[in-house]
């Protein structure tokens, strides 16, 4: 779902409406694409993410009882997260990479040193695929 933001604004030659796309930004949502399946593997408590984005205001009470009613597993929570930070009306990328770098400081590192590589070792902070350093 894309949300719009309807400005109107008024010139010497009348009122010029302007539409324009609050959503993520595409690169943030290329960003997440390339990342994804290293957020599954890699992020093993989600609800130590979720609550760091409840906590800076990026979700809600209501957001996270949907996570926890609709997914079973950390994947399927981290997934559904994603899904639903993308569809937000507004760009909460930078929220979730605060979250991500105070729960997985590791795992912040290597998504933007490795462009979403291979799952992390934690206890090593390398990825875990030999062919990826």
Same mark, same amino acid.
């Given at each position: 779902? #894309?949300?719009? @933001?309807? *400005?109107?604004?008024?010139?010497?030659?009348?009122?010029?409406?302007?539409? *324009?796309?609050?959503?993520?930004? +595409?690169?943030?949502?290329?960003?997440?694409?390339?990342?994804?399946? %290293?957020?599954?593997?890699?992020? #093993? =408590?989600?609800? *130590?993410?979720?609550?760091?984005?409840? $906590?800076?205001?990026?979700?809600?009470? /209501? =957001? *996270? &009882?949907?996570?926890?009613? %609709?997914?079973?597993?950390?994947?399927?929570? $981290?997934?559904?997260?994603?899904?639903?930070?993308?569809?937000?009306?507004? =760009?909460?990328? /930078? =929220?979730?990479? $605060?979250?991500?770098?105070?729960?997985? +400081?590791? @795992?912040? !590192?290597? @998504? &933007?040193?490795? %462009?979403?590589?291979? +799952?992390?070792?934690?206890?090593?902070?390398?990825?875990?695929? !030999?062919?990826?350093?």
């Amino acid at each position: 779902m #894309t949300w719009w @933001l309807q *400005r109107t604004s008024a010139s010497s030659a009348g009122k010029a409406t302007e539409l *324009r796309e609050i959503a993520m930004e +595409p690169k943030h949502k290329e960003l997440l694409d390339q990342c994804h399946q %290293n957020l599954l593997e890699s992020i #093993t =408590d989600a609800d *130590r993410v979720i609550e760091l984005l409840i $906590v800076s205001g990026t979700l809600s009470q /209501l =957001d *996270r &009882f949907e996570l926890d009613q %609709n997914c079973s597993s950390s994947a399927e929570k $981290v997934d559904h997260l994603l899904k639903m930070l993308m569809n937000k009306e507004s =760009d909460h990328f /930078l =929220d979730l990479c $605060v979250a991500l770098e105070k729960a997985y +400081p590791d @795992l912040y !590192t290597a @998504l &933007f040193s490795n %462009n979403g590589g291979g +799952p992390l070792d934690h206890s090593t902070g390398k990825s875990l695929d !030999t062919n990826i350093s």
